[in-house]
T-cell receptor
Framework: NAGVTQTPKFQVLKTGQSMTLQCAQD?????MSWYRQDPGMGLRLIHY???????DQGEVPNGYNVSRSTTEDFPLRLLSAAPSQTSVYFC????????????????FGSGTRLTVV | QQQVKQSPQSLIVQKGGISIINCAYE??????FPWYQQFPGKGPALLIA?????SEKKEGRFTISFNKSAKQFSLHIMDSQPGDSATYFC??????????FGAGTQVVVTP
């Protein structure tokens, strides 16, 4: 099935641990992004990439790193997990940042639910 | 600071009723306004979108109304069904810029 694949689906971390959330897409989308979703706060952009080798910060980048070595993959790294990073994380991809160059907008993965204890 | 303000946070509507969700924005450079639908445990998915050169767009039971002068747009769900129970997000972007999402509205349709 074409789309955005996120792994793992669930993760529990201890404070201070590090981990990588994986995101892969097979639609040859140039634009990829990471969001976190928290109750009452909607979707907040963490980091994004407009193509391989190009990344930039969103509105809540602190505590997270990204890299984009290939068009397909866009992993999100938590450097030293904190309870404030407990959230549901979504990866999204599109032909363009605004999502309007096709009728499909952003394609989201099914999310990673992360709990930091 | 949220560039797209969405209300209400939640709403309950009876089957067959009309659900209305409102969004307001400040940046007049926004030129693309999509709505996303999210079911529990899933990622959001594009539902319907509009550009500011039209005042209304309808797809099936879903309609976007757009008021450029008031900088507001809304989603109407006609003949609401239990299967429409989901969280709805409005969003906006300009040119090749990133989408800015509203905070979301949880819609519950009772049988």
């Amino acid at each position: 099935n074409a789309g955005v694949t996120q792994t793992p689906k669930f993760q529990v971390l201890k404070t201070g641990q590090s981990m990588t959330l994986q995101c892969a897409q097979d639609m040859n989308h140039e634009y990829m992004s990471w969001y976190r979703q928290d109750p009452g706060m909607g979707l907040r952009l963490i980091h994004y990439s407009v193509g391989a080798g190009i990344t930039d910060q969103g509105e809540v980048p602190n505590g997270y790193n990204v890299s984009r070595s290939t068009t397909e993959d866009f992993p999100l790294r938590l450097l030293s997990a904190a309870p404030s990073q407990t959230s549901v994380y979504f990866c999204a991809s599109s032909y363009s940042a605004g999502g309007y160059t096709s009728n499909y907008g952003y394609t989201f993965g099914s999310g990673t639910r992360l709990t930091v204890v | 600071q949220q560039q797209v303000k969405q209300s209400p946070q939640s709403l309950i509507v009876q089957k067959g009723g009309i659900s209305i969700i409102n969004c307001a924005y400040e940046n007049t450079a926004f030129d693309y306004f999509p709505w996303y639908q999210q079911f529990p445990g899933k990622g959001p998915a594009l539902l319907i979108a509009i550009r500011p050169d039209v005042s209304e767009k309808k797809e099936g039971r879903f309609t976007i109304s757009f008021n450029k002068s008031a900088k507001q747009f809304s989603l109407h769900i006609m003949d609401s069904q239990p299967g429409d129970s989901a969280t709805y997000f409005c969003a906006a972007s300009m040119g090749w810029g990133k989408l800015q999402f509203g905070a979301g509205t949880q819609v519950v349709v009772t049988p």
